[in-house]
């Protein structure tokens, strides 16, 4: 499959070819040691419609973050005044912390948040220069731990606090595509965040049992911290069925989590550099993505 058919093409997750699986932690190897420049390999025709956010009035750039087998790439953006901002992490697609994730900070960073996106396939390898889909989670994407996922981000946070910059006791996330999925994930980890947004993550059919032993559709029911789910109507990834089982779940929970779903767009509509990209949907999710984050206090 083409890189940019994904989302636009029906993609079986549960046969992925995986390469032999692993922690995927190599205490003497990083596969990415500095972050992607530019986008994937197949997004160039359209590129054109990509939003570009100027990072006037805001400290923007690549960071290193301390983990536990060594450091790992980062982008953060934050407002340049002096302050204290709250802590926003934001989660790559399947194609890594490239423009349009960096895009993403820096548009919330104009709204006043300390954002940062680790490079979460740090280990594991380079997704810039593969150009089909079925390659990139083969031998990337399919080797990624859930539990090495959240240490990073819990590494991400503690470098947020130590910079002086970030209110961590406000913390949150964003999540897309591949990322969406980790906003349930990481919710069901730290039950401190104070709220999360999937953009169309996957609720189900990932599940691996060394490296993925749930899936959020297992634990919907326990979530804690309110979760925003912004999903499409015509996703080849998400059926609606399992929209509504995990809406479902989530009423049981407690946690305030809700599921809005765009019946006509699909997979990837925030996505302005790719053809799935719908602007009035993208909008509109934005306006409730910001006042999900103010709702809850982050």
Known sequence: MKLMDYGLKPLDFNNAQALTPSTGVDRRTFALTSLITGFVAASNPVLAQATVTDSKGLVAGEVKVKVADGEIPAYVARPAKPGKYPTLLVVQEIFGVHEHIKDMCRRYAKQGYYAIA???????????KLSDIGTI?????????DAQVC????????FAKASKFANTERTALVG??????????YANHNPKLKAAISYYGLLDGFKEPTLRPQDPIDYGDKIKVPVLGLYSGIDAFVKQETIAKMRGLINKSGSGS???VFPTVDHGFNADYRPSYDKAAATYAQKLASDWLK????
């Open 137 to 145: 989670i083969s031998t990337v994407v399919s080797k990624v731990p």
């Open 151 to 158: 240490a990073d981000l819990d590494a991400a946070v503690a």
């Open 118 to 128: 680790p490079e979460m396939y740090a280990r594991q390898g380079d997704v810039s």
């Open 176 to 185: 897309y595509c591949w990322g969406g999925r980790i906003a349930w994930v």
């Open 258 to 260: 809700e599921i809005v």
């Open 295 to 298: 709702k809850h206090g982050a």
